[in-house]
């Protein structure tokens, strides 16, 4: 067992400024160390004291921070959502070009599969096993996102700019494609015969992918 490396009693600290970036650390050592476990085990499988000792915490000062192993859970995935919702804003502007915006949509997509592979595993764990316990901050902020960037294609569509598509099974194709260089990378690798997935499968990855949804979106354009 890891013996306990931090305690609450910096919490009384004088200096604000101490106190926050001390918080902001230990938060920081929890949350590397849930995500890995969440990513191997799910949420049902990783004990919170485990959590702990990989932080060099006792359980008790964990619970100070996080009062319930839920509780760390949602901080992992609204974490995950932020990250994720961020590099996805680029769609929403419907006066970009068409061909610039899909092709910047892949690639912070492909990014994100492989700068926070744990974190994507993570999410898509809780969605496959039904969105139980984050189904709510899905719909109130993933929907409203994808309406968005549905009505952007709807704009295109009806400027004449880009083919009518399907714009909803599209991005979901495209959130396929791309989140599976995280969440199966082991199948890939073992495919690959390589330990882990490289930069150039990622460059590769990028190309077709891009390649396959313009070819879509200008395959029938309107005239």
């Known amino acids: 067992m890891t013996t306990p490396t931090n305690t609450i009693t910096s919490a009384n600290d004088t200096m604000p400024g101490k106190r926050v970036q001390h918080r902001e650390e230990v938060e920081g050592a929890i949350l590397r160390e849930a995500v890995r476990l969440f990513a191997e085990r799910g949420f049902e499988g990783t004990p919170i004291q485990e959590v702990a000792e990989r932080a060099g915490l006792s359980k008790q000062n964990l619970m100070y921070y ?21 590099r996805m804003a680029s769609l929403a502007d419907p006066g970009q070009d068409p061909a610039d915006v899909l092709r910047a949509y892949v690639a912070a997509k492909l990014r994100f599969s492989r700068e926070q592979p744990l974190a994507s595993r993570v999410y898509a764990m809780e969605v496959i096993g039904g969105a139980k316990l984050y189904g709510a901050q899905i719909r109130e902020r993933v929907v409203p996102l994808l309406r968005q960037d549905i009505a952007v294609f709807e704009r295109w569509i009806a400027d004449g700019r880009i083919a009518p598509v399907d714009a909803t099974h599209l991005l979901f194709a495209v959130w396929a494609m791309t989140q599976s260089y995280a969440d199966f990378a082991a199948q890939m690798t073992l495919v690959l015969g390589r330990n882990e ?11 077709v992918i891009t390649a396959m949804v313009l070819s879509l979106v200008r395959g029938r354009r309107a005239t």
């Open 197 to 207: 997935l490289t930069g150039q499968d990622f460059e590769d990855a990028e190309r």
């Open 66 to 86: 996080f009062p319930t192993k839920q509780a760390l859970y949602e901080r992992v995935l609204d974490d995950v959502l932020d990250d994720w919702l961020a």
